[in-house]
């Protein structure tokens, strides 16, 4: 019923940054919790954050503490994730998604996410 088109990859040295946009298609969109992933090359699909259906709740995994912001915009029907401080060990395809949630809360499970883009690549220089 939503689909999700992730842009804003590309190739930055560490240190710098990247701001990452996803965009949601159909009227519904406020209804869902937003995540962002990422997967490198041989290793699982991970969360990175996640984001409740108002934005009043979110979640960052360690890695991403401190450096990663995730927003949204439900006027707009855009999520966002700000990186900061990029790693070379953040070179991943990044992907958004959205899961189904009766109230504004948020999951941290993949398996819970219905929806997901294409992915975007994120490389990060030494």
């Known amino acids: 019923q939503v689909q999700l088109v992730e842009s804003g990859g590309g190739l930055v040295q560490a240190g710098g940054s990247l701001r990452l946009s996803c965009a949601a298609s159909?009227?519904?969109?406020?209804?869902?919790?937003m995540g962002w992933f990422r997967q490198a090359p041989g290793k699982e699909r991970d969360l990175v954050a996640s984001?409740?259906?108002?934005?009043?709740?979110?979640f960052y995994v360690d890695h991403a503490k401190g450096r990663f912001t995730i927003s949204r915009d439900n006027a707009k029907n855009m999520a966002y994730l700000q990186m900061n401080s990029l790693k070379p060990e953040d070179t991943a395809v990044y992907y958004c998604a959205a899961a189904s949630v009766q109230f504004d809360r948020l999951t941290v499970r993949s398996r819970n996410y219905d929806y997901w883009g294409q992915g975007t690549q994120v490389t990060v220089s030494s």
């Open positions: 984001i409740s259906r108002s934005g009043g709740v979110t």
């Open positions: 159909g009227r519904t969109f406020s209804n869902y919790a």
